[in-house]
């Protein structure tokens, strides 16, 4: 093919997928509008505690497990009972509750129901397998309904973009082939799998290191076969790199669900203790820890906690149970999951 013809078809597809990645950003990638974030007092009542830990940017499977449990206990579905004849107390399920389907529909979230079934009756931590299961995939099913309900990607969109991305790259290895299209199509293709690899490895070294080789072809390109072909090249892989963080957008729901997010999180930070003092009973606050306490972790915010309940209520009495409830979990899961060591069960 003529040289001048493949400059124009190069050139041609920067100018077609510029106006494709701008158009379709702009109708099906801009995030809804904000609005203002406020202090949020009450707890969410759709979005479990172990979802929003995973919003605020947790991806530990045990830290996650970890306010799952929390949760639990404090929604009367674990109990503390004391063991007979010795006088020290355990936790197990409350059975009562946890055979109680509707209850269940009515107080818990899909994931701390799946805990809830993982765990054992007498024994928490007794379904070993389960329990590591589940610790497994929490993560990767937080990922998913996190995609579902917050946040689009929108990778179908870049169909489009990388076919343009494609055409070119054959074009180039066709010049460079001396016109092999064979040759130049499975060329691409073992390109296409190579950065697939390497958009899948984490930050680093290894990959600043692919960066900069691929830097270096497109210079080799550019001054040894043809300028145009190797700025081409590097324009595409530019609007691919905005492209990919621009196109994903926010649902509406998920948009504002993040505002009530960060509205509980300035809401701890600023400790506003004066909403706490509204509650006319010491039951009424405890009630309202009992719900709050998970998030409280799972923002990790647990140094604002004392400063919004201790002037309001006997915190050391109420934080009794809790802090045996964690030496307990964190005995049992030291002695029956060696690798959980390094972090405690609650905080």
């Known amino acids: 093919m003529n ?27 801009r995030d809804p509008k904000r609005k203002a974030v406020v202090p949020e007092f009450n707890v969410p009542d759709n979005i479990s505690a172990m979802f929003v830990a995973y919003i605020n940017g947790e991806r530990d499977s045990k830290e996650i497990l970890k306010i799952g449990i929390l949760s639990l206990i404090l929604k009367g579905y674990i109990s ?36 809830l079934d993982v765990l054992s009756e007498n024994d928490l931590f007794g379904n070993k397998i389960g329990i590591i299961g589940f610790k497994n995939r929490i993560v990767h099913f937080l990922e998913k309904k996190y995609k579902r309900m917050i946040y689009k990607n929108n ?57 900069a080789v691929m830097l270096g072809i497109i210079v080799a390109v550019m001054m040894y076969m043809e300028i145009y072909l190797g700025l081409s090249l590097f324009i595409l892989g530019i609007i691919f790199l905005v492209y990919e963080k621009a196109i994903g957008k926010y649902t509406v729901s998920g948009r504002r669900k993040m505002e009530y997010i960060e509205g509980l999180k ?30 409280i972790i799972a923002l990790k915010v647990e140094n604002e906690k004392i400063g919004i309940f201790k002037d309001s209520l006997d915190f050391l009495n109420i934080m009794g149970s809790y802090a045996e409830a964690q030496c307990y979990v964190n005995e049992y899961v030291d002695r029956k999951f060696p690798v959980f060591r390094k972090k405690y069960i609650f905080w």
């Open 155 to 211: 990778y179908l969109f870049f169909v489009p973009v990388i076919s343009g991305i494609a055409i070119s790259i054959v074009f180039i290895l066709l010049k460079l082939l001396q016109g092999n299209l064979e040759s130049a199509i499975i060329g691409t293709m073992f390109i296409f799998i190579l950065l697939e690899y390497v958009h899948g490895m984490s930050e680093g070294i290894l990959k600043f290191l692919y960066a």
């Open 80 to 115: 503390e009972v004391d063991e007979t004849g010795t006088g020290n107390k355990k936790y197990i399920l409350n059975k009562k509750n946890r055979d109680n389907l509707k209850l269940r529909k009515e107080t818990l979230f899909q994931e701390e129901n799946n805990l």
């Open 266 to 295: 300035m809401y701890f930070e600023t400790a506003e203790k004066n909403k706490i003092d509204k509650f006319e009973t010491e039951e009424e606050k405890l009630n309202y820890f009992n719900r709050i306490f998970p998030y």
């Open 3 to 29: 040289k001048s013809y493949i400059v124009i078809i190069e050139i041609v597809m920067v100018i077609l997928v510029a106006v494709y990645s701008i158009s379709t950003w702009y109708f099906f990638g």
